[in-house]
């Protein structure tokens, strides 16, 4: 099928046509319907305003500025908001929709937009960014809303540029709507670990690339871009063993082969404005800092910085887009030629859009949440996502961003559908069957899961984890995945397995290749979880550092749903999950809270 594209979008490596490019291949190797095709390959909205802002000598200048929604089936739109001199609606619409894949891959319920002004920020004063700011909402004010389309920061834009936001749309409404916006300060309702959350999920997909048997244990690491997302997931993957070698920013670049110290370098730029000069690093270009020889080479920066020019000269095993659309998808067949392991954005850095949801789940609700429960959840929810995406990988002998994109449009080559069997095009849903033992039938597309109907019904659940795991459905359409998290693991009494993980998430699951339930161990150490490692019912495990562990051992009794409620729910009784009782070192049993949570996703 052949998609036309506008003069405009033409022009050579069009960002857009990269992103429809990259959704072509994987709509190709699934087979997906020409018409879905035509639908999920344009924007459904773009709006573009050309507006005055009163600078501080009074002149007036104009801007121009952008907000483009490329697809809203699966709710709101949501998408950040960037300043910079080099926005075009092109950019715009490659980055709306890469938001809908990403918001897809990790399972919230929005759709992709963005936004942007084009402006050098760096050129106003603080007045004319606030007045540029609030024109700009105004704006976009008949686009936006709390159940209509959330901004978020992106380039450039910060707390402060969400507040004038918020503030703006509040006014003309009329009263505070803290779920207008989300990466807001935390005094008018932002979300703890907001800040961190691009930069820490990059960090949990590179981790969760152990399967691949890759250890992060004094692995070096280049880091380009030590902006926010950058220099965030800089400071984590040191603290997880691994070393940072060389960071850029827009000004300059440095490299240490023995390893920096991202927190020193962090002070520095706060300090100077640049990480250049930085005591003890010796300068280093943009296209020399790609090249450098690494493990890890995480692009943070802006697009199109891999291209088939610099690829085959890329030294690192793995590359983990921390930013958008840094990889052309000429340099991703040189990269996948090479064995390069590519951890694509839509996976990488969406733990920015995972915690925004978070953000405004707890706007809409009033109820705040810990930062150890944000990162928690986050870690959740990017874990699965990685191996959600790698297993289609496998399944499908693509590439990683070939198989996110699969998983996040999710329809089967097997299961052709027509735009016309949808509501609104990407909203199409398959309705399958799974008998007991039985295999998942696909995913809904754009990656949505179905829960129990509204009608009601039954969701019977036979649990043994010692021997099997069978989900049974009974008049509630597919259910494919479910996961239960036991809150607060005690070691035992009187010191006896001092050291155990005081937080076991339990994940059981049936994906695409049928793969059996795990249990997933974790360490959490000061809000950083620290995975042990997948388990299998009845494996042994140690918990970090070697003190403490036993025997995974756990029965989930059989429960049944009656009428849900939204989010549909049911509460399961965990039966025993114990320390192994004949470890010869006389370890005790762990005490385990008597009812675990299970949410089943609408």
């Given at each position: ?417 027509s735009a016309g069997s949808t509501r609104s095009g990407a909203g199409a849903q398959g309705r399958g069957r799974q008998g007991r033992g039985g295999a998942n039938a696909p995913p809904a597309p754009l990656g949505g899961r179905l829960g129990p109907p509204a009608s009601g019904g039954a969701l019977g659940l036979d649990l043994d984890l010692q021997d099997h795991a ?133």
């Open positions: 099928m052949v998609v036309e594209l506008r003069d405009e979008q033409r022009h050579e490596q069009s960002l857009f046509a990269i992103a429809v490019e990259q959704f072509q291949i994987a709509a190709e190797r699934m087979g997906l319907d020409d018409n879905l095709r035509r639908v999920l390959s344009v924007c459904q909205h773009e709006y573009t305003a050309n507006f005055p802002v009163q600078m501080d000598d009074g002149s007036i200048r104009v801007f121009t500025g952008h907000r483009i929604q490329h697809n809203i089936a699966r709710g709101p739109a949501k998408g950040g908001i960037r300043f910079h001199q080099d926005v075009t609606p092109d950019e715009v619409r490659a980055l709306a929709m890469w938001m809908t894949w990403k918001c897809a891959v990790v399972g919230i319920p929005f759709g992709g937009a963005k936004g942007g002004v084009t402006v050098n920020p760096k050129l106003l004063s603080q007045g004319e960014l606030e007045n540029l700011t609030r024109r700009f909402t105004a704006e976009i004010g008949i686009l936006i809303g709390p159940y209509k389309d959330i901004p978020a920061p992106d380039v450039n834009t910060n707390p402060q540029v969400m507040a004038w936001i918020m503030d703006t749309y509040s006014m003309q409404q009329g009263y505070s709507v803290p779920g207008v916006v989300t990466g807001k300060p935390l005094t008018i309702g932002g979300s703890e670990g907001r800040a961190e959350a691009t930069g820490r999920g990059t960090v949990y997909t590179i981790a969760a690339a152990k399967l691949r048997g890759f250890d992060l244990e004094g692995a070096k690491v280049v880091v380009q871009g030590f902006g926010n997302a950058g220099a965030v997931a800089a400071t984590l993957i040191g603290q997880l063993g691994a070393t940072v070698v060389a960071v850029n920013d827009s000004t300059a670049g440095i490299y240490n082969p023995n390893g920096l110290d991202p927190k020193a370098v962090l002070r520095h730029k706060q300090e100077t404005g640049t990480v250049g000069g930085f005591r003890g690093a010796e300068p280093v270009s943009n296209a020399e800092l790609l090249t450098l020889p690494c493990d890890i080479l995480i692009p943070a920066a802006l697009e199109k910085q891999i291209t088939e020019r610099n690829a085959g000269e890329i030294k690192a095993s793995i590359v983990a887009e921390a930013a958008n659309g840094p990889t052309t998808p000429e340099a991703d067949l040189i990269l996948r030629s090479r064995g390069v392991f590519l951890i694509p954005d839509i996976l990488a850095n969406a733990g920015g859009v995972t915690v925004s949801y978070f953000e405004w789940v707890q706007a809409l609700q009033a109820f705040s949440w810990t930062e150890r429960e944000v990162n928690s959840r986050l870690r959740n929810i990017m874990d699965k996502a990685f191996h959600d995406v790698h297993a289609t990988a496998e399944k499908y002998d693509v590439d990683m961003r070939t198989a996110a994109l699969i998983t996040a449009v999710g329809a089967s080559p097997t299961r052709r559908r069978v989900l049974r459905a009974e008049e509630a359409g597919d259910v494919r995945d479910f996961d239960a998290e036991i809150g607060h693991v005690e070691p035992g009494r009187g010191g006896a397995g001092e050291g155990v993980a005081d937080d076991l998430a339990l994940g059981v699951e049936r994906d695409l290749l049928g793969h059996r339930p795990h249990l997933q161990v974790a360490d959490d150490l000061e809000g950083q979880l620290l995975p042990l490692g997948v388990r299998r019912v009845g494996e042994p495990f140690e918990a970090l550092g070697g003190e403490g562990g036993g025997r995974v051992l756990a029965r989930l009794e059989p429960v049944a749903l009656e009428r849900p409620v939204a989010p549909p729910a049911v509460r399961l009784q965990l039966a025993d999950v114990h320390g192994d009782r004949a470890d010869p070192a006389g370890r005790r049993p762990l005490l385990v809270d008597e009812d675990v949570a299970l949410d089943v996703a609408r």
